[in-house]
């Protein structure tokens, strides 16, 4: 070929790949699934270079109706352009399971339903690529409404990639059972997951949607604050009596003031960080704090946080007057009239009288021993320094050589540590953090725990120190891991050579 044929080629071949794009593309997008399935021959019919390509996308990409896919995929192979020859397959095994699907949901009598075997149908459907699976439960759904639900709540668990198509899935189906199947899922113990099963329950609320079933385990779904009130969260109490709090509170400029603060029942406010933020941008926020800081928070009445605030701006101000700068800017959208102090939340799940009566509850306070949020509650050294030297000489003692004598005088010890170490004060301040405990508990759906708490802290009132199971534990553990620790350091200032 000449340089002008070449030249003349290359100009078709340009006016081609500029030609104009037909409509009948565009009316593809926007179509129903019906509407795309017609109108694919028309598309393989035109001279146009996006030919090719659309029905390739249509083949590999599509996710509205298998049908399509396949019907791309057979159009290819017309225009003598065939696509490969296992993802062909694949599609064709994705609408035989299809099929089986539509069988098991249309059947209504138990002895078909168990000769359809859906177990083995669901094995063969965790055989396919992601894309397939979403497009079969998209289908499901789009075909059954909430009967499908049946089949894909069957699928939870199965593999850690197909829970979190199942989770995007149903964040798109607005529908209650979608969103307690979503919240249920929040057991699962991979983080990756759990962040999609948070982002479709999001998805559902904003739609007015929002979970009925309770979830345990520890799971915490943040209802993303309305426009219209605020919202409060509340973290367990630590080992040293901090707790977190949170108060989301509507702006006027459609935004949200987001505070955060962490309060010690004693010291007041130790810790504050305020700000006004988007609502996008306060469920990023909640997101991250329960993705990467693995830090669980429940919902609470925002009144009640403002309270436990104001409350520890006030105890700051008794204690050494040191506030953190940050918050008095910020306390006048915080601070609230109260025509009396607040109870702590726990009291309107539960009443005082019936459980104080409850005598299997109160002599079961023991089992909190073995809570773990609780396991990591320890008294301060300082108030248990002075005691530490007698309690090693009780347990080292070579003058009382009989074990009974010994642990007669470490136990007599211990109840006059437990007794001085607990007065009225003291005691206040142990019946506060085992009341927050107590509705942390119950809002995660651990009634057990709940009740366990509050009957230890309405024993705090009545029970002398030293005969309460928690208090006892609590001093107990405290003195072991000092007198080890002062064992231990002991040993590592021995001198290496010893001087004659």
Same mark, same amino acid.
């Given at each position: ?8 080629? =290359? ?54 109706? *298998? ?15 065939? *696509? ?77 990639? +197909? ?6 899935? +149903? ?15 929040? =057991? ?23 979970? =009925? ?16 009130? !605020? ?17 989301? *509170? !509507? ?18 406010? *130790? ?38 605030? @104001? ?140 009740? +366990? ?11 002398? !120190?030293?005969?309460? !199971? ?19 350091? @002991? ?10």
């Amino acid at each position: 070929m000449g340089k002008k044929g070449k030249l003349k080629q =290359n100009k078709e071949s340009n006016r081609k790949n500029n030609a104009p794009v037909p409509s009948v593309f565009s009316q593809f997008r926007r179509g129903s699934s019906s509407e795309k399935l017609s109108l694919l021959s028309t598309i393989s019919s035109l001279d146009h270079p996006r030919v090719i390509p659309f029905l390739s996308d249509a083949a590999h990409k599509n996710e509205d109706n *298998i049908e399509i896919n396949i019907k791309a995929a057979q159009l290819l192979e017309e225009l003598e352009k065939p *696509i490969d020859r296992d993802f062909f397959d694949s599609l064709v095994l994705s609408k035989d399971i299809q099929l089986k699907f539509i069988a098991f949901l249309e059947t209504s009598s138990q002895e078909q339903r168990e000769a359809e075997n859906i177990d083995t149908i669901i094995d063969k459907y965790l055989s396919l690529e992601p894309f397939l699976q979403k497009i079969l439960q998209k289908q499901l759904i789009a075909d059954f409404s909430e009967k499908s639900l049946e089949i894909i709540s069957s699928m939870i668990g199965k593999e850690k990639g +197909l829970d979190g198509i199942i989770a995007e899935v +149903l964040g798109n189906f607005s529908h209650q059972g979608a969103a307690d199947i979503l919240v249920n899922m929040l =057991n699962t113990g991979d983080k990756a997951v759990r962040k999609e099963v948070k982002k479709a329950i999001f998805r559902l609320e904003k739609k007015g949607i929002s979970p =009925n079933t309770k979830f345990e385990n520890g799971a915490s779904v943040l209802r993303r604050p309305s426009s219209s009130e !605020p919202k409060g969260f509340l973290s367990a109490v630590d080992g040293i009596g901090n707790q977190c709090v949170w108060l989301v *509170i !509507p702006s006027i400029s459609r935004g949200q003031y987001l505070f955060f603060a962490i309060i010690n029942e004693v010291k007041g406010i *130790i810790n504050f960080n305020g700000g006004e933020t988007t609502r996008k941008g306060a469920r990023e926020y909640f997101e991250n704090i329960s993705d990467q800081e693995n830090i669980i928070l429940v919902e609470a009445d925002s009144s009640y946080c403002q309270f436990l605030i @104001e409350e520890g701006y006030e105890n700051a101000s008794k204690s050494d007057g040191r506030l953190p700068r940050e918050y008095l800017p910020w306390r006048k959208f915080i601070t609230k009239e109260f025509s009396e102090k607040p109870q702590p939340l726990i009291y309107r799940f539960f009443q005082a009288d019936e459980m104080k009566s409850n005598r299997f509850l109160v002599d079961n306070m023991g089992k909190l021993e073995g809570v773990s949020e609780l396991q990591g509650w320890f008294l301060e050294k300082g108030e248990l320094e002075k005691h530490l030297p007698a309690i090693r000489e009780a347990r080292e003692s070579k003058i009382l050589i009989n074990e009974t004598q010994k642990q007669s005088r470490y136990e007599e010890i211990m109840k006059q540590i437990t007794n001085e170490i607990f007065d009225e004060n003291k005691r206040h301040v142990y019946k506060k953090r085992l009341e927050e405990m107590s509705y942390f508990f119950m809002k995660l759906g651990r009634e057990e725990d709940a009740k +366990l708490s509050f009957v230890a802290a309405l024993e705090l009132d009545d029970s002398p !120190p030293a005969t309460h !199971p928690f208090l006892r534990h609590l001093v107990e553990k405290s003195v072991t891991f000092f007198v080890k620790e002062e064992k231990r350091q @002991e040993k590592e200032n021995v001198p290496l050579i010893i001087k004659p």
